[in-house]
């Protein structure tokens, strides 16, 4: 079979939740299905996470509150999630801006969320934010964090 290329299989993706019952933001337990993903763009936002960051940001009562998401090294895995209110952004950030609500995320970190997807659920389990991360090769179990 000359000329042709084999492409490697697809990763599971890794899906990181953040708890957001309490008014600080603490990590919670992995998820592992995964929505479709059906908007473009380097990282998406979906409408049930934008509607949360409004919600959150309205009772800081302060408009100028954006949601950054970021990547540290750390965790048995490689890499951990972050999530933090951010009213700075800076020059190198990539900003997706949805209806009224602004992700940010810094030149390192967009790296390894390239094609991922922000949601928000709500469930048994409780409320939280999750990264898809199509980017992710392995996971730890609690899913604290993750490599590529």
Known sequence: MTGLTRMPARRAPSRRI?????????????????????????????????????ELRDDEGNPELKLRVYITGGGCAGFSYGFTFDEQVNDDDTAVDREDVTLLVD?????????????????LMGSRFIVNNPNAATTCGCGSSFSV
Do not use: F, H, W
Request: glycine letters at 8%; aromatic letters at 6%; charged letters at 20%.
């Open 107 to 123: 030149a390192m970190s967009i790296q390894y969320l390239d094609g991922s997807q922000v949601d928000y659920e709500q469930g």
């Open 18 to 54: 953040l708890d957001c019952n309490s008014r600080v933001l603490d990590y919670g337990c992995v998820i592992t299905a995964l929505s479709d993903m059906n908007e473009s763009g380097p990282i998406i936002l979906t409408e049930q996470a934008a509607a949360k960051v409004r």
